[in-house]
């Protein structure tokens, strides 16, 4: 039987979208020529070996009408709303330069923009053809949720199996608000019956609710300081922007799910375009979308923020109960009944190198098989905040309003408090829905920021908070890929690459066998089709072709550095980052081990992301030639820099813009998650991390959430 989605997850064009891009046809023609130079129809002779139908379709498919007749409409309006302001810029200039030489050379458009984007060294030119390769990361899907691409390359979303045990209810339905189906006349009755006092006031256009403690975000942090305060017998509401699935919702299919799962539809870079950035933003923020990797602070960190940073939180058996209470709740399990094709790549290149190979603990049943939980898990397996904390919220009284974006926090001058300067009363928001015109303003004796690392310094500056530290440290764990092709017909790992558990295995980078400090780990990723050929490096049509032919069968893994270097973010989407020296030298040493481990376990070719396709075959490659190769990795400059190779790195870990500090002169807020500046006001988030943490946040953001949330419940009981 097949499955029902959710409107806003399902595949095809709604009939109510409008494109609002504003290419003129000039630009539109253009641009479809990039698509097809990207991804040319070719002709049969081209395949290799004997292709079915559905290859030969493939094969012969264009990229300025490929899958869908709107595909370069979408590819348009994606660079006009997923591009900074300065890529959007010079795709603007190349667009014009091309729609130019498009008037002059008419005959054989496809060519001559292939010799135009050539000339790989241009910072404006590599820009333009990441923005345009983005179109890639939204792979149409018709109104059946399907793709005449898939079935070629091997790829399914298994939209007919048996779903008879996905839970069907909505277990926060009893406590939720979802803006975007009200209306003005109805959000106020909405609001009231789920017991709201709400107050308005028409000249204002507002509608005032008063409660105890207002939480702005439901991820990691959100999800459990509202669980603890709410099970405290405080009237919690939750503010959440993005919107309200559930397992039977998801999809799994890419374009829609990144675009209403992620910030920016997973479309967001640095301003300089050096590293691509994934961050959760619907119910559950990046407990909902991220890989399951549940793994407890590392000891020597805590040591470290104890003692170094001063810090005696970190250090406490308080902390360390939380842990344990963390994963007590989001259903943590050590073990894993059957490992996933890429999973056992990792782990067998390690046997076979004698390295040590580490069980990564996932927030889900030791039986859970799903590699697409990066769409939102839809066998309802894993544990976001979604399925747990936010669960217990709801269930003790919480509101949470979805579709409601917090402005600004409402600040007011102390002159009866501790010594801060401000005291917070509360949150001015509005909902995304156009047609409710009207402010909501939750006046509360608590506000509590959780709406994330890229979030909450935006907002805060925005309110008139004014510490130097809001916004700085920015840390982001920035990862390098690397791939091995693994065909199947030689091959003794079963399986496809979007299948099983995503990061059940991981293996530490060590400085030496005597020194055991950590330079990198190595996990495994999950991509759909989409951003696989986003990743890949344009070589040519035909190259393009084949390497998505051999998406299914290709093991991505990453190296991940615990970062020296740090970036900031003072506005909403304009992020900047810089590595470190040392966390470069950390990258290509994880990218080396990397590749190795995919040789080891019997790579027939392997390479990374670079620029210009770097690879080799690797059967029976022999150690001098494979050191010389490995050897001409270089370090993670990205497509901006002034080089002629370049690698664009990602991260999907954001900590540390509002670091806790025992100071104003050191943090933004101190031990507890109060706002040095402003009384009443806390953070809950990744942002209060005073470092980069080496390991996925999540557990430690979730245990620092329920020891500030703990410390905020004593305080508004006495």
């Known amino acids: 039987m097949r499955r029902e989605y959710h409107q806003l997850l399902r595949g095809g064009r709604r009939r109510e979208d409008k494109y609002s891009h504003g290419f003129s046809s000039g630009e539109m023609q253009s641009l479809g020529s990039i698509c097809e130079v990207l991804f040319p129809p070719l002709p049969l002779n081209s395949i290799e070996g004997q292709p ?66 050539a000339n790989t060294h241009q910072t404006c030119i590599r820009l333009h053809q990441i923005l345009e390769l983005v179109h890639f990361l939204h792979p149409g899907a018709d109104e059946n949720s399907q793709n005449p691409a898939w079935e070629a390359i091997g790829y399914h979303t298994n939209t007919d199996e048996n779903h008879s045990k996905v ?57 459990v300081a509202a669980a603890v305060l709410a099970g405290s017998g405080h009237k919690v509401v939750v503010l959440e922007k993005g919107n309200y699935f559930t397992a039977a919702d998801y999809s799994s299919l890419e374009g829609p799910s990144m675009n209403q799962l992620f910030e920016s539809g997973g479309v967001l870079p640095t301003v300089d375009g050096n590293m691509m950035i994934l961050a959760g933003s619907t119910v559950g923020g990046g407990s909902a979308v991220n890989w399951s990797a549940s793994i407890k602070t590392p000891n020597s960190v805590l040591r470290e923020w104890a003692e170094d940073h001063k810090l005696p939180l970190f250090g406490s058996s308080q902390y360390l109960s939380a842990m344990d209470a963390v994963c007590e709740r989001i259903g943590v399990t050590e073990t894993c009944t059957e490992e996933g094709f890429q999973n056992q790549v990792l782990r067998k290149g390690c046997e076979n190198l004698g390295l040590k ?11 859970h098989y799903c590699g697409s939980c990066s769409y939102g898990c839809r066998s309802g397996d894993k544990k976001g905040t979604d399925s747990t904390w936010l669960v217990d919220a709801v269930n003790s009284g919480a509101v949470i309003l979805t579709g409601c974006k917090a402005e600004k926090f409402l600040l007011k001058k102390n002159s009866h408090g501790r010594g801060k300067r401000k005291k917070c009363l509360g949150v001015i928001a509005r909902t995304l829905n156009k047609t409710i015109r009207n402010r909501i303003q939750i006046e509360a004796k608590v506000t509590i920021s959780a709406c994330g690392s890229l979030l909450t310094p935006p907002l805060m500056i925005s309110s008139g ?33 979007y299948e099983g558990g995503i990061i059940t295995s991981m293996n530490k980078v060590v400085s030496s066998e005597e020194d055991s400090q950590v330079r990198a780990i190595i996990e495994t990723a999950a991509f759909g089709p989409g951003s696989f050929a986003a990743l890949c490096p344009w070589e040519s049509g035909l190259d393009m072709k084949r390497r998505i032919m051999k998406y299914a069968r290709t093991v991505q893994l990453f190296a991940m550095v615990r970062d020296e270097g740090f970036g900031k973010v003072k506005v909403e989407g304009r992020i900047s980052y810089n590595l470190s020296e040392n966390d470069k030298e950390n990258i290509r040493a994880g990218v080396r081990q990397a590749l190795r481990i995919l040789i080891a376990a019997g790579a027939v070719e392997v390479g990374t992301y670079r620029s210009d396709g770097q690879r080799i075959k690797s059967k029976g490659i022999k150690e001098k030639e494979l050191e010389e190769f490995l050897n001409s990795v ?72 329920y020891c500030i949330s703990k410390k905020i419940a004593e305080s508004l009981g006495k």
């Open 52 to 117: 079915s139908e559905a290859v030969q379709r493939f094969y012969q498919s264009s990229g300025s009408q490929f899958p869908v007749p709107d595909e370069s409409m979408q590819a348009a309006e994606l660079v006009a709303k997923r591009g900074t302001v300065e890529a959007s810029i010079l795709v603007a200039l190349h667009q014009q330069l091309l729609k130019h030489l498009l008037g002059e050379e008419r005959e054989n458009p496809p060519e001559m923009v292939q010799t135009f984007t």
């Open 167 to 223: 839970p069907k209810e909505r277990p926060l339905q009893k406590g939720m608000v979802e803006t975007m189906k009200e209306t003005e006349s109805t959000l106020v009755q909405s609001l009231t019956q789920k017991g709201l006092e709400v107050i308005e006031l028409p000249e204002q256009k507002l509608y005032k609710i008063k409660c105890d403690v207002v939480v702005v975000g439901s991820g990691c942090g959100g999800g």
């Open 357 to 367: 190979v580490h069980i990564v603990p996932r927030n889900s049943s030791e039986n």
């Open 465 to 497: 908070l004014k510490n130097k530290h809001i916004g700085q440290n920015l840390h982001l764990h920035p990862v390098a890929m690397v791939w091995g092709y693994f065909p199947e017909f030689n091959s003794e790992f079963k399986g496809k690459s």
């Open 634 to 705: 270089s370090g993670a400059e990205g497509p901006k820099a002034l080089v002629e190779k370049w690698t664009i790195t990602g991260t999907a870990h954001q900590m540390g813009s509002c670091r806790m500090g025992r100071s104003e002169k050191e943090g933004v807020v101190d031990e507890n998650g109060e706002g040095w500046e402003a009384e009443s006001l806390f953070v809950c988030d990744g942002s209060v991390l005073p470092t980069a943490v080496g390991v996925n946040p999540m557990i430690t953001i979730q245990s620092t959430a």
